[in-house]
């Protein structure tokens, strides 16, 4: 049973990151990290074509070996978050704690990306 929530799981995950890799507002490799983890505990077949991907592979790898994330991908995770923050700002209706609960929930997130080790250039 667990085998198959985790494999259910990691599919649903692979299929966000897919979405995501069309749709500039959606992270893809944050799912598709989450899918990896998933598929090692439920599918080596699986696990095996994620680190495979010629694209994908080698951020899944080095996030895996080292918890490493690029320096592009940082400035593209941190620019999105920024950028989705002003919009919020500009578009929503919303009581003053909200935004601050979203800009701290922001920079909380691009804290822990900024700090990751960098993974070697590809």
Do not use: D
């Amino acid at each position: 049973m667990k085998n198959v929530l985790f494999l259910s799981l990691g599919l649903v995950l692979t299929l966000l990151g897919i979405i995501g890799a069309f749709l500039p507002v959606m992270p893809t490799t944050v799912f598709l990290i989450g899918a990896l983890f998933c598929f090692t505990k439920s599918s080596p077949r699986l696990e095996n074509w994620l680190i495979q991907h010629p694209k994908y592979g080698p951020s899944l790898v080095a996030w895996r070996k080292h918890g490493a994330i690029s320096k592009k991908v940082k400035c593209i995770a941190c620019c999105s978050m920024l950028l989705s923050f002003i919009l919020v700002c500009l578009l929503a209706s919303m009581p003053i704690p909200a935004y601050i609960g979203i800009g701290l929930f922001m920079g909380i997130g691009a804290y822990f990306v900024v700090t990751r080790p960098n993974a070697p250039v590809i």
